[in-house]
């Protein structure tokens, strides 16, 4: 079965698995998923979430988180990993909106990457998420199993996404990448995937490889 195919299929069974396919990143307008984004290297949404329930009550805009200042930006996020850093970030990149960009967030992906600390994922989740910008972010649960299912097959997150780009028709970008990163998040997991429960073995290399080996 090509990739192509294996798309075909679990295109279908994920669209009866998730039929409303989005970010659990919460958010209100483009600054704020990019911060929240910024955030979530190395964290959950679902920590970032109970942060930015209560930062973006404070600072839910350039100006506003510009106004905390590093260190109270920082007191905000101390919970999640390389706080320090994420704070430092975050201000450069309010400062950089509001000098550079009139206060709004840019949707080119050479503006995005332009900020400190946003790298072509987070970019490209930017794009997709708040602009409505056809992209495929890939991050580890996009890479894992889309090269797990057998619909990619590379050694890094570049090559990753640019197979992704050809095999998948561009106005399925968006639903797939949230299918990927939601089956990759509850069944498909790094150390333990859930084989067992899982509604797409059907079409997945490595289970058939498990199950050869098994035998």
């Known amino acids: 079965m090509s990739p192509s195919e294996r798309v075909e299929h679990l295109t279908g069974a994920f669209r009866k698995k998730f039929p409303n396919p989005q970010t659990e990143l919460e958010f209100n307008t483009p600054f704020q998923l990019l911060i929240s984004t910024l955030m979530a290297a190395q964290?959950?949404?679902k920590q970032v979430n109970i942060i930015t329930r209560v930062l973006y009550e404070v600072a839910p805009t350039p100006e506003k988180m510009l106004?905390?200042?590093e260190e109270g930006v920082a007191g905000y996020i101390?919970?999640?990993n390389y706080y320090k850093t994420k704070a430092k970030h975050i201000i450069e990149t309010s400062r950089i909106l509001l000098e550079r960009f009139g206060g709004e967030v840019p949707f080119s992906l050479e503006d995005l990457q332009s900020l400190p600390g946003v790298g072509r994922k987070t970019a490209s989740v930017v794009q997709i998420c708040a602009f409505g910008i056809p992209a495929f972010p890939v991050d580890t649960h996009v890479f894992r199993v889309s090269n797990r299912l057998g619909i990619a097959k590379a050694s890094d997150v570049k090559k990753t996404e640019d197979?992704?780009?050809k095999r998948i028709p561009k106005e399925n970008w968006?639903?797939?990448?949230h299918?990927?990163?939601?089956?990759?998040?509850y069944t498909c997991k790094?150390?333990?995937?859930a084989c067992e429960s899982c509604e797409v073995t059907e079409w997945c290399v490595f289970f058939q490889k498990k199950k050869n080996n098994a035998d």
């Open 43 to 45: 964290a959950t949404d």
């Open 179 to 185: 299918y990927l990163i939601l089956h990759g998040r």
């Open 163 to 165: 197979q992704l780009r």
């Open 67 to 69: 106004s905390l200042g």
């Open 174 to 177: 968006y639903s797939f990448h």
């Open 78 to 80: 101390r919970s999640i």
């Open 190 to 193: 790094a150390a333990n995937p």
